[in-house]
């Protein structure tokens, strides 16, 4: 599990009193885990906001709920704080936060993003664009947003039809199909005009 220094714990103990607020934890996630873009955050979470499938920690003077789904991510991973002149900081390290860990068993849009960072992207690139999962409808369906050189460009359909959609329907035959959320009318990086 989560390595928490003594003097992280006493600083969030703290921070979380001065809440207000019975029953204030925190939560501990990985938001685009397994992809270049990984982030390891720490979020307040009221009585009621965490997840059915997250799991409770007790830490000293505070609980934690660990987002289940980043759980692998989140091996090896300590948080500490240090005191400064400016009061302190408060660090997060997860060395297996950026690292694929996706299996079949792993949640849909784990699966999605590292077929998006591993198989798409590296294509994309070479326009100077790239494709990124913006969530999962209730309908099955991935939305996307292009960015660079796909943004505004004349043959996105094509990429998105043609490439991205293909592609992620064969690998994940679950989903239903992609839609684009893009803002087509920015051309500036465009890669065909």
């Not at 302190?88 to 784990?110: C, F, M």
Request: net charge negative.
């Amino acid at each position: 599990m989560i390595e928490m220094t003594e003097s992280a714990q006493a600083y969030l103990a703290d921070l979380l009193a001065k809440q207000g607020e019975e029953g204030v934890a925190i939560r501990v996630f990985v938001a685009q885990p397994g992809t270049p873009n990984a982030e390891t955050c720490i979020a307040y979470c009221r009585p009621g906001e965490h997840q059915e499938e997250d799991i409770s920690v007790a830490y000293e003077g505070f609980n934690a709920w660990i987002d289940s789904p980043s759980l692998p991510f989140l091996e090896e991973a300590k948080v500490d704080f240090s005191e400064d002149r400016m009061g302190g900081q408060l660090t997060i390290k997860a060395p297996n936060a950026r690292t694929p860990n996706v299996d079949e068993n792993s949640p849909l849009p784990d699966r999605l993003n590292y077929v998006l960072y591993n198989e798409i992207n590296p294509g994309l690139a070479s326009h100077g664009g790239m494709v990124s999962l913006v969530e999962i409808d209730a309908e099955g369906y991935a939305i996307l947003q292009f960015g660079g050189g796909c943004q505004g460009c004349a043959a996105v359909d094509i990429t998105l039809k043609q490439s991205v959609e293909q592609t992620l329907l064969e690998r994940l035959p679950e989903l239903s199909g992609v839609r684009d959320v893009t803002d087509h009318t920015v051309t500036e990086n465009a890669y065909y005009q």
